[in-house]
């Protein structure tokens, strides 16, 4: 079992910077690839970024591709999302997900609340 909590989210103009966490519990945090995912308003749920357990390997989107880096710390069973140059369609809640790993949601069997990102001037 893990139990996920997101922070960091809030409100920031275009072109700006945020860093999401996820901090998890549970002893086997470092065995599950983490995911990012994101749903605005009206929208499905989609994917963002995924890294490995170890570190080593990670998957973006097309849409954040070379501006946000997934990373994780697994002696602080955290895993985090480090946002740059962001765009008003960046505008989401944003969720860390732990699981089997992959872009689907079907891969990630635990989901935290989700925090706020909002993306305006």
């Known amino acids: 079992q893990v139990q996920l909590g997101e922070s960091g989210g809030g409100l920031v103009q275009p072109g700006g910077s945020l860093r999401l966490s996820c901090a998890a519990s549970?002893?086997?945090?470092?065995?599950?690839?983490m995911g990012w995912f994101r749903q605005a308003p009206g929208k499905e749920r989609e994917f963002v970024a995924t890294?490995?357990?170890?570190?080593?390997?990670?998957n973006y989107a097309d849409s954040v591709k070379g501006r946000f880096t997934i990373s994780r710390d697994n002696a602080k069973k955290s895993v985090y999302l480090q946002m740059n140059s962001l765009k008003s369609e960046d505008t989401a809640v944003y969720y860390c997900?732990?699981?089997?790993?992959?872009?689907?949601?079907?891969?990630?069997?635990?989901w935290g609340q989700g925090t706020q990102v909002t993306v305006s001037s």
């Open positions: 997900a732990a699981g089997f790993g992959g872009t689907s949601q079907n891969g990630y069997a635990y």
């Open positions: 549970g002893r086997t945090f470092r065995n599950y690839p």
């Open positions: 890294i490995s357990p170890s570190g080593i390997t990670t």
